[in-house]
């Protein structure tokens, strides 16, 4: 099952889930993958394996979650950010965040962070209420996307191969 697929499969079993009060799913797809779905208050986790050991493992909390174990230290967050969501796959990190500051602050963070680290920054697009990042360093490539709506900023990390 290609990515962008097992992604709106484990939306769909997320809504599912939250829907149906909480209890551990477990199920086989057609082409053998398991999928794994679980609740635990507020907090969602799908975790998708296919039989040759690839692994997909997305959650979500609206009281927040900590970064993926594989986060690197080169990439630096935003203090008192809230992660809302997570997917952590054979092909990279993506995270969804909550920014504290204004979207014009967490953009420029986030552009001084990369580049005391080492990123070579490629796009720097910055509009009214947000813009994004794209950086590389070494084999490794990051976007990072910020957004404000209702007074709420919100920041989306994708971290993957060149």
């Known amino acids: ?14 809504a599912m889930v939250v829907g149906c009060g909480g209890k551990q799913s477990v ?3 057609e082409d053998g993958e398991q999928v794994t779905v679980s609740q635990s208050g507020d907090a969602v986790d ?8 690839g692994q997909t493992r997305i959650q979500a909390s609206s009281s927040g979650l900590n970064l ?3 986060w690197p ?21 993506v995270v969804s965040l909550e920014s504290p500051k204004s979207s014009g602050e967490t953009l ?15 796009m720097n ?3 009214p209420d947000g813009g ?10 990051v976007n990072v996307v910020v957004s404000s709506n209702d007074g709420k900023t919100a920041i989306n990390i994708v971290l993957g191969a060149k």
Not at 1 to 6: D, F, H, I, L, N
Not at 73 to 93: C, F, H, N, R, S
């Open 1 to 14: 099952m290609s990515t962008p697929v097992q992604a709106t499969f484990a939306i769909a079993l997320l």
């Open 132 to 141: 994004m990042l794209t950086a590389t360093k070494g084999e490794r490539s």
């Open 46 to 53: 799908v975790t998708i394996a296919n039989d040759s050991g």
């Open 27 to 29: 199920m086989t797809t």
């Open 68 to 70: 993926p174990d594989e």
């Open 125 to 127: 697009m910055k509009l």
């Open 108 to 122: 420029a963070f986030h552009e001084q962070k990369l580049r005391d680290a080492g990123w070579e920054i490629q």
């Open 73 to 93: 230290d080169d990439l630096e967050t935003l203090p008192g950010i809230k992660v809302m969501t997570t997917a952590t796959t054979p092909q990279g990190l």
